[in-house]
């Protein structure tokens, strides 16, 4: 059974840092693609981070690009964003997804339950 379950989240001021969790069961997250969405009230989801499986290159939206850093740790079958400099816009619930295929591709395979992320002073 494949599940993605998120952790991490919580209230941070601004100009702080967060790091969230994907623990992923049920297949290799190496053979996989990886994606961090968000989705903020009263808006739609986002596509914020992207970690291609095996060898690829890494995808960050401009919105949170030299801020935000995506990272997997195939031991421990996680993927991890770190969220540095928040900011308020930063405020959404974050879900892990996997996708069939490449960064790009439109369509997702398996979502988490998510995880909230407040950034407030």
């Known amino acids: 059974q494949v599940q993605l379950v998120e952790s991490g989240g919580g209230l941070v001021q601004p100009g702080g840092s967060l790091r969230l969790s994907c623990v992923v069961s049920g297949f290799t997250v190496d053979y996989y693609t990886i994606a961090w969405y968000r989705r903020a009230p009263g808006k739609e989801r986002e596509l914020v981070s992207c970690i291609p499986s095996r060898d690829g290159r890494t995808y960050y939206s401009d919105s949170v690009k030299g801020r935000f850093t995506v990272t997997r740790d195939n031991a421990k079958n996680t993927v991890y964003l770190q969220m540095n400099s928040l900011k308020p816009e930063d405020t959404a619930v974050y879900y892990c997804?996997?996708?069939?295929?490449?960064?790009?591709?439109?369509?997702?395979?398996?979502w988490g339950q998510g995880t909230q992320v407040t950034v407030s002073a």
């Open positions: 997804a996997s996708k069939p295929g490449t960064c790009q591709h439109p369509l997702v395979d398996h």
